[in-house]
């Protein structure tokens, strides 16, 4: 491929074009991508375009002020980049200061970026000074390379960050640096807790995190900077003769009209100017100095008219063997009064037809050999260079430390593998670009590192380096990468991480200091299953060191909280500076963790040093309820325990409504007593209540027991209690005048009307009081059938007579009962007490009756009833209570104390005659031992 460069001269330009050097980037290779062309021709500054003669942009002639106090001057001052120092929110006088005190600010004008700077005293001779004010510069940090990265957590949880060493700029004018000052991008990420001293802040979640979320930290930076546009001090005119003074034109640079390759006081013309000369021109800045001829006494106007120096261009042809057309590339001056023209030629692969661009594209590839030819114009001859094309990068490879690797500051080693396949590797420009002052620039001065030929080595065809790195400074990070070039101008870099997009810088952490705890909350537990943080867990308290730890060195017997010790440890792999102890015996209310020497190393190998922090309670207080009794008639009491001090009395609701009550206190227990008829209508009639006890501990943390009313599945975990204030009527058994035909009975007493009293209930009983036969007490020989529905005493052999029974009870919530009362006979005897009678032994009139009958007379046997004269049963002889089984009861209310009556009758008892044959059968309930046979059947006496 044939590449020509034709210099083609300019419209207007002068007859004979010289052309004192072309200069291509690299002359024996060029890696294709850019080829930088160079043209210095001294003969083109004809080529410079002129402005006419113009006054000031403002329009208006300038003046020369007469000297005296109060007289003022505009300067030009960059004023978008000042910083508002007083917070006022307003770029004012007070953002600036002057080096004197013979002048003041009295006016700023960020619109047009004017200074107003005021005489305040005259003075013989000029004054010297400059003006100081801070510059803002908003600044994005993530100082490895890469945004900061939140792993997956819950809402709230906090991840500490590393902060810069720069001091932010007070941003929110609050007086001192603060969160405020800093922005977190994005916005599911909040600054929780800033620390400028140790230099890192704890990254909260606003939200809970279900992936890894990137994100940056924003500040501004306050620079202390001097300002005097013109590359020399401001002055301030005095009030004399030859004073000077400086005045700035509106359209620099200015152009040398002259042609004299400068710019001075002749490229400047100047009408209405008799009191002073002008004596420099600065071309840039467009300042001019003007010094006063003699004494004026009163303002001269005057104008000032000048050329501005535009940027010219230049035109040259290529020519080559894979171009159908010529292209014509543009080259432009790279200031207005350079005289040098460059441009750059980028490679591709297919290009067709004619380009003029800023970067013209020509069609060439790797391994291509291409001629650049130009035409010199005097002498008239044609120049060529050849080049040849590499369009290949180097590669490198091996790279160590490892980004995330702990170094110590001194002798940290950097090695590296480098190959090209291509013009081979530029040995003397291999750059480490290292962030030693961890601004997150690295080319500065002294952090572009070259890598001494010394430290090169080269096996095969590949180049081996190693090489040290400076000392890194105090603990933290710094980032750095490797770039190479070879003898094509081609160049790579390092990267950390090849599967993430962009450059990757490798970071390495700077590590002098142990592991030390940042944090410890208490009641924190991390669940393997879901991968997440637990809270309120007792036995359990979260770390959070200062950086990762390592999981394989952790003596978790060297942790003690109050004394206790911890015995077993845990760092998840996603959370490597927390590590979660469970300390079995942990108290409800931590207050201070000792970690041992030892007690962890962090990744670097260092071990921890003996530290002592406060523990953050996060545990609340497990509160329990003790009811008295759960049915309640007039007075609940209760008992609430906490296993740690609380900072009040627990507080008490009945149905969602805070009862007030005052309990007496002991060492963390609280005893409560509340009367139903205290409450309110709706809260005391008789039915199953809820009640809840709430209480803070002394960290703030709040324990319910009863489980929180706004919980959905409340009441159903909820403590209850019930109220019932009526008694109702029982029941019992054998009935009133019952006559027994055996010589045991069962006694038995129920409670139907305890059941459904009010909705819900679940107080179905009731418990005997006291019980007596014939005043004797029994009541501790009944026992419940039923969950008290019924109480059952069965009795031992009785002897032939009369059996008054009386039975007190209470329902479960403490309700007296009606007393219940009952009276039953046995008459015939048991028979391993009855005595035979031989008759010889009797006289006829003194046998006994029934027992030697006459003739025709009935025979009564044992088990039958006898007869009164008028045929009726004897209530009080009969020897069988009639069958009255547990479900035939009859309501036995009966007072037998009544003023005048000794054993009154119940009128609720049976009365009706039975017949003399009628034999009634014990028929008491099966599951009674009335049910099993008598020892002896009583003798049959019928013929």
Avoid: C
Avoid at 520 to 531: F, K, L, M, P, T
Avoid at 887 to 911: R, W
């Amino acid at each position: 491929m044939l590449l020509a460069f034709q210099v083609v001269p300019p419209v207007g330009a002068a007859d004979t074009s010289h052309i004192g050097e072309i200069t291509l980037s690299r002359s024996f290779a060029t890696n294709g991508t850019e080829i930088l062309i160079t043209v210095t021709d001294l003969d083109l500054r004809e080529s410079i375009a002129r402005d006419s003669k113009t006054l000031d942009a403002s329009g208006q002639p300038f003046s020369i002020p007469a000297g005296g106090i109060g007289q003022t001057f505009d300067l030009m001052l960059p004023l978008s980049a000042m910083a508002d120092q007083d917070g006022d929110g307003v770029i004012g006088p007070a953002e600036f200061s002057l080096s004197i005190a013979q002048a003041e600010i009295v006016a700023v004008s960020t619109s047009t970026g004017t200074l107003t700077v005021r005489r305040a005293a005259a003075s013989p001779s000029d004054l010297t000074y400059t003006i100081g004010s801070i510059a803002n510069i908003v600044a994005f940090t993530d100082l490895i390379g890469s945004p900061y990265v939140l792993s997956p957590g819950l809402k709230g949880f906090s991840e500490l960050a590393n902060l810069p060493t720069v001091t932010p700029y007070d941003a929110d004018g609050s007086g001192d640096v603060s969160i405020g000052d800093y922005t977190v991008d994005p916005a599911e990420a909040s600054i929780s807790f800033l620390n400028l001293a140790q230099g890192f802040a704890l990254i909260e979640r606003k939200v809970e995190i279900i992936a890894p979320l990137s994100f940056s930290i924003g500040y501004q930076t306050a620079v202390l900077f001097t300002e005097d546009l013109s590359g020399d001090v401001f002055t301030l005119p005095a009030a004399s003769d030859f004073e000077t003074f400086s005045i700035f034109l509106s359209n620099p640079p200015i152009a040398d009209i002259s042609g004299d390759g400068m710019i001075s006081p002749l490229d400047i013309s100047t009408a209405g100017l008799t009191g002073a000369r002008i004596s420099s021109v600065d071309s840039s800045s467009g300042i001019l100095t003007l010094v006063r001829k003699g004494g004026l006494n009163a303002d001269e106007a005057f104008s000032i008219s000048y050329a501005t120096a535009l940027i010219s261009t230049t035109s040259v042809q290529i020519l080559g063997s894979n171009i159908e057309n010529p292209t014509f590339v543009v080259l432009t001056e790279t200031s207005p009064s350079s005289s040098q023209f460059t441009q750059t030629i980028m490679s591709v692969i297919n290009v067709s037809g004619s380009e003029v661009t800023s970067g013209t594209k020509m069609p060439v590839a790797h391994g291509d050999s291409i001629v650049v030819r130009y035409t010199d114009q005097s002498p008239r001859t044609i120049v060529d260079d050849s080049i040849k094309i590499d369009t290949i990068v180097p590669t490198i490879s091996d790279v160590t430390p490892i980004t995330g690797d702990y170094v110590f500051p001194t002798n940290v080693e950097i090695s590296f593998t480098v190959s090209d396949l291509g013009s081979g590797v530029d040995i003397n420009n291999i750059q480490i670009h290292l962030d030693n002052d961890r601004d997150e620039i690295t080319v500065d001065d002294g952090e572009i590192l070259t890598v001494p030929v010394q430290d090169v080595v080269e096996v095969g065809d590949s180049l081996i380096i190693n090489t040290k790195l400076p000392d890194l400074g105090a603990d933290g990070t710094a980032s750095w990468f490797v770039r190479v070039f070879d003898n094509a101008g081609n160049s790579s870099r390092s990267d950390s991480d090849a599967s993430v997009a962009g450059d990757q810088d490798g970071v390495v952490i700077i590590d002098t200091q142990s592991a030390r705890i940042a944090t410890a909350i208490a009641g924190e537990r991390w669940d393997i299953e879901s991968e997440k943080i637990e809270t309120d867990q007792p036995g359990w308290v979260h770390l959070t060191f200062d950086e990762p730890i390592n999981p394989a060195a952790i003596l978790a017997e060297r942790f003690f909280v109050d004394n206790p010790e911890a015995n077993t440890g845990f760092t998840p792999v996603s959370m490597p500076s927390s590590l979660f102890l469970n300390v079995p015996l942990l108290r409800g209310d931590p207050r201070e963790l000792e970690m041992g020497t030892g007690a962890v190393h962090d990744v670097a190998g260092l071990e921890s040093g003996l530290q002592t922090i406060s523990v953050v309670d996060s545990l609340k207080p497990r509160l329990e309820i003790s009811l008295s009794s759960a049915y309640v008639s007039g007075l609940l009491e209760f008992e609430v325990t906490s296993n740690e001090n609380l900072d009040a009395a627990p507080a008490v609701s009945i149905e969602g409504r805070t009862v007030s009550v005052t309990p007496t206190e002991g060492n963390k227990k609280w005893k409560y007593q509340i009367y139903i008829n205290q409450l309110d209508a709706a809260r005391a009639e008789d039915r199953i209540k809820n009640i809840v006890v709430t209480g803070f501990d002394k960290s703030g943390n709040l324990g319910t027991v009863g489980q929180e009313s706004f919980e959905a599945d409340y009441p159903a975990k909820a403590v209850q209690f019930e109220i019932d204030t009526q008694a109702s009527m029982p029941l019992m058994a054998p009935a009133f005048g019952a006559k027994l035909s055996g010589w045991t009975t069962l006694i038995r007493i129920s409670f139907p009307g305890e059941s459904n009293e009010y909705p819900g209930d679940s107080s179905f009983g009731a418990i005997v009081t006291s019980a007596t036969i014939n005043g004797e007490e029994i009541g501790d020989l009944f026992e419940s059938i039923a969950d008290g529905v019924v109480w059952e005493y069965q009795t031992d052999t009785l002897p032939i007579g009369s059996y008054l029974v009386r039975i007190e009870s209470a329902d479960l919530a403490g309700n007296v009962l009606t007393p219940i009362e009952t009276i039953f006979t046995v008459s015939s005897q048991p028979p391993e007490v009855a005595t035979a009678v031989d008759p010889s032994e009797y006289k006829d009139e003194d046998l006994p009756e029934d027992e030697n009958p006459a003739d025709g007379d009935p025979l009564v046997q044992s088990d039958q009833t006898d007869l009164d004269n008028d045929g009726n049963a004897d209530p009080l002889k009969a020897g069988d209570w009639g069958g009255v089984s547990a479900d035939d009861v009859l309501l036995g209310g009966i007072e037998l104390d009544q003023e005048g009556t000794e054993h009154p009758v119940n009128p609720d008892a049976q009365t009706s005659v039975e017949s003399e044959d009628e034999v009634v059968e014990d028929v008491a309930p099966s599951d009674s031992p009335a049910d099993d046979p008598q020892p002896d059947d009583p003798p049959n006496r019928r013929a």
